[in-house]
């Protein structure tokens, strides 16, 4: 008998089973490129996994942006050549991030979705004085303990999401001597977005039915759905990410369970992608294209006529910031990354498809923005497959300082490092 | 807090009908053919993605019906061009080439259908839920436990009562013999692994209203099915069922006592079963394995 043989085999099956956790792992970059004489803008995020929905966007958002920047006249005169890929997790995401300073000369980096990677690249940035703009990462950490001077963000923080959608618990007596019972995805973005609703709960008399943490590749959540309903909670708070928040609407209505469901943290690829009859619940969101200004509906009308459906909160996040970058630049009349952070941090304001102008605040270099909330139509009201909720008006209201969502240098210091 | 364990133990039970149909695919190919079928996920992505489509068209049931028989039929194509050359070849490169297929698989469905996830509801008739005393449960769900069990049991039927289940388990166990008795195999791997791929495609029309249609779908789900044939042990029919099982009830007690471990736990469940049983539960001793 060849023992030999055995071994082989059996192994070839573990193998197999460690290969496939590998699988979701490789991507394929999309790179384009051409003449020297042009400038480079580097754009990550994660394109596969759990947040690949969301960085498909992502990706439309910033392809659009160049586009109409290049036929602008582009940055100073010159064209912009995107490089765009996937940045997968976070040792590849810091890896593809310097690979794209130190080979390909981008002048910024634009993008990301997981916090985790985001931390990664903007390590990277940081030590190279070239410009990140985050696009998707909401973790409070990143713009208090981990902040840094290269580093800006357009996406909001978990702190206005919480202020936002808070906001609307408590117009709706949902806070005050109520129990929640909170779901909160297993990683960077979950444990940061849990201390801060735990912030929020605290200062505004609620209490916690449970906190439970959920592995970021739970796909099934009968048995979470099971516990919840011999909670009796009031209130059944999702901190979950990416395709988690489909699954778990979908389920809840599956398994018909009674109490009232929010969230703080949300994105309208995911909504979409479960459809009408399986959403519920109050959300926040940072841009929707129901939002009516002018500018607003030009970028609606550009991104439905180049990919024939609406931008949503991640697209509109990525085209933002690659017009910022360019809007900064030639203004300046610099690529120099420190040059541009010393103009954002003079308050530069900008057009940000809202009502009301934004500006990156000068000590944690967030976007100071209006938030909104959302609540799902009746199916019957449902007009088209992109028509599934109502959006609230703006918070904070017009007479009210946009920094009152954001979190306070006590609640979130950050110290950038020289 | 006993009634809710038992709820936590009985939802496990239900619930390792997820990872049965796939488990049982991925063994037979291999036992029979000794691939380790890495793209055996992606047959699982396409018949949900099938089932969407013609569910557009012709509803639900005739989805049903229709995709696992589509994917069943690209597997015949994709065993006579790909999978036979590999049978008799070193393990790695049979690995190598349907890792490679996934991956195809993966970014074509991507290129195709984008990346975002594709909205697909639970037919109308067999929404809501069953109350049994204070147990709830959601009647689409039992409903698929039902169709998990049938095809398990015809499968098990079609393996042990038929001519043709005798090759296969022949072929399983000594095929140097078969081949002796003027048996060619061939002609069995194609129904194989058509057999194979429509179980993996039936479970995906089955769970995609639960878990939601995206290209990455099938590698999601392929890791927990290997587990699950791991510690059931190889060439053990009833090894996989038993596995399934367990690691659906583990996995239900888990999120009971400790909600982070969830998808933890059956990687525990399967060193601690290697470590006492290095073939599995009933892993059987093939000859031509030893």
């Not at chain 1, 997968?88 to 890896?95: E, G, I, L, M, R």
């Not at chain 1, 310097?98 to 990677?117: M, T, W």
């Not at chain 2, 699982?44 to 989805?63: E, M, N, Q, S, T």
């Not at chain 2, 194989?192 to 590698?219: D, Q, T, Y």
Request: glycine share 10%.
């Amino acid at each position: 008998m060849d023992r030999s043989k055995v071994s082989r085999r059996r192994r070839g099956l573990l193998q197999g089973a460690g290969a496939t956790a590998a699988l979701g792992a490789l991507g394929f970059p999309a790179i384009v490129r051409s003449q020297a004489e042009n400038i480079r803008i580097g754009h990550l995020t994660p394109r596969t996994g759990f947040l690949g929905p969301l960085g498909e966007y992502a990706v439309m958002g910033v392809t659009l942006a160049v586009e109409e920047i290049n036929a602008a006249g582009g940055i100073m005169g010159r064209k912009i050549d995107l490089i765009a890929e996937d940045s997968v997790n976070p040792q590849t995401a810091s890896t593809k991030a310097e690979r794209l300073i130190e080979r390909d000369k981008v002048v910024a980096i634009i993008g990301e979705i997981s916090s985790a990677s985001g931390l990664a690249i903007a390590q990277v940035a940081q030590r190279n004085r070239i410009l990140f703009f985050n696009t998707g990462c909401n973790s409070d950490e990143l713009r208090g303990k981990a902040c840094n001077r290269y580093m800006f963000h357009t996406e909001a923080a978990n702190s206005m999401y919480v202020a936002a959608e808070g906001n609307a618990l408590l117009r709706d007596g949902m806070v005050k001597g109520k129990k929640w019972y909170s779901l909160t995805a297993d990683y960077a973005f979950g444990h940061d977005l849990l201390r801060v609703a735990k912030r929020f709960m605290a200062a505004n008399g609620g209490e916690f039915a449970a906190d439970e943490l959920v592995p970021t590749d739970v796909a099934d959540f009968s048995p979470y759905l099971l516990k919840i309903r011999n909670a009796k909670p009031d209130l059944v708070i999702s901190n979950l990410a990416g395709n988690q928040i489909g699954n778990f609407m979908k389920q809840y209505l599956e398994f018909g369970l009674p109490f009232p469901v929010a969230g703080f943290g949300f994105d309208t690829a995911i909504a979409w992608g479960v459809g009408k009859g399986n959403v519920l619940g109050t959300w926040p969101l940072v841009w929707d294209s129901q939002v009516k200004t002018p500018s607003s509906q030009r970028f609606v009308e550009a991104f439905v006529k180049k990919y024939g459906k609406p931008p949503e909160n991640q697209a509109w996040g990525d085209y933002l910031s690659t017009k910022h970058v360019a809007l900064a630049m030639n203004e300046i009349k610099s690529t120099d990354s420190t040059k541009v952070v010393e103009h954002l941090e003079k308050g530069a304001k900008f057009d940000i498809l809202k009502t009301r102008e934004g500006y990156y605040r000068d000590w944690d270099h967030q976007l100071m923005q209006q938030m909104y909330t959302l609540t799902f139509k009746p199916v019957a009201e449902v007009k088209d497959r992109w028509d599934l909720f109502t959006l609230s008006a703006p918070v904070p209201a017009t007479d009210q300082s946009l920094e009152v969502l954001a979190p306070t240098k006590t609640e979130n210091a950050c110290t950038m490092p020289a | 807090m006993l009634i809710q364990i038992l709820e936590q133990v009985l939802n496990g039970l239900l619930a390792g009908a997820y990872y049965l149909l796939i488990a049982l695919g991925l063994t037979l190919i291999f036992s029979l053919g000794g691939l380790v079928n890495l793209a055996h996920g992606a047959f699982y992505a396409l018949g949900a993605y099938f089932a969407v489509k013609i569910a557009d068209v012709l509803g639900f049931g005739p989805a049903f019906v229709l995709s696992p028989i589509a994917v069943a039929l690209i597997g015949i194509v994709v065993e006579r061009s790909l999978f036979r050359r590999f049978y008799r070849e070193d393990p790695a490169l049979g690995l190598l080439l349907t890792f490679g297929l996934a991956m195809v698989a993966e970014q074509a469905l991507r290129w195709i259908f984008g990346a975002a996830p594709i909205p697909f509801s639970i037919p109308p008739a067999l929404k809501g839920q069953v109350l049994v005393g204070d147990f709830i449960y959601s009647k689409y769900r039992l409903l698929m436990f039902a169709v998990a069990t049938v095809a398990v049991g015809g499968l098990w039927v079609l393996l042990q009562k038929t001519p043709f289940g005798r090759v296969v388990r022949a072929g399983v166990q000594n095929p140097d013999m078969l081949a002796a008795l003027g048996i060619s195999l061939a002609p069995y791997m194609a129904s194989v692994v058509a057999l194979a791929v429509a179980l993996a495609a039936l479970a995906g029309v089955l769970l995609a209203p639960i878990s939601g249609v995206h290209p990455a779908m099938g590698a999601d789900i392929l890791t927990a099915s290997f587990v699950v044939v791991v510690i059931g042990g190889l060439g053990s029919f009833w090894g996989v069922v038993l596995a399934a099982l367990i690691v659906g009830v583990v996995r239900g007690l888990t999120i009971y006592f400790y909600p982070p471990a969830a998808e933890a736990s059956m990687y525990l469940l399967m060193v601690l079963v290697l470590l006492f049983r290095p073939r599995g539960l009933f892993g059987e001793r093939i000859q031509r394995f030893e």
